[in-house]
């Protein structure tokens, strides 16, 4: 399957193996959650290391490690679509981080809608009793 069809499409292909790839980036990471401090929308869930969290304490910009490059991301460094920081939350366990953001930009998510704007977050689909996706 390809990027348009999986990021576009409406069949269902979840990647299970996706926690097994950021285990084999070698890297000590934690998921990080992106949340519209406003609406309450998820927008993204990317992963963070201590660098990344160092960053983002920083720069008050929402910052991920890149479990594909294996670098450092700065949501919205390329396309200006920057999500600030206006809460830094931890859960009870100490393992993840919700970072409550402000998005000053077009929207968080690579993909654009019909109209060639960028979504306003990642979850546009949801999972019909067929299992086909219905855009939001």
Known sequence: MNHQELEEGKKLNLDFTKLKKVAE???DLLPAVAQDADTGEVLIVGYAN???LKATLKEKMATFWSTS????WIKGKT???FLEIIEIRVNCEQNSLLYRVRPKGKGACHTKNSDGYPRSGCYYRSIQNNSELKFK
Do not use: I, P, T
Not at 69 to 72: K, P, S, V
């Open 79 to 81: 396309s200006g679509d």
């Open 69 to 72: 490059r294996n670098e450092l």
């Open 50 to 52: 201590e660098l990344a």
């Open 25 to 27: 980036c070698n890297e």
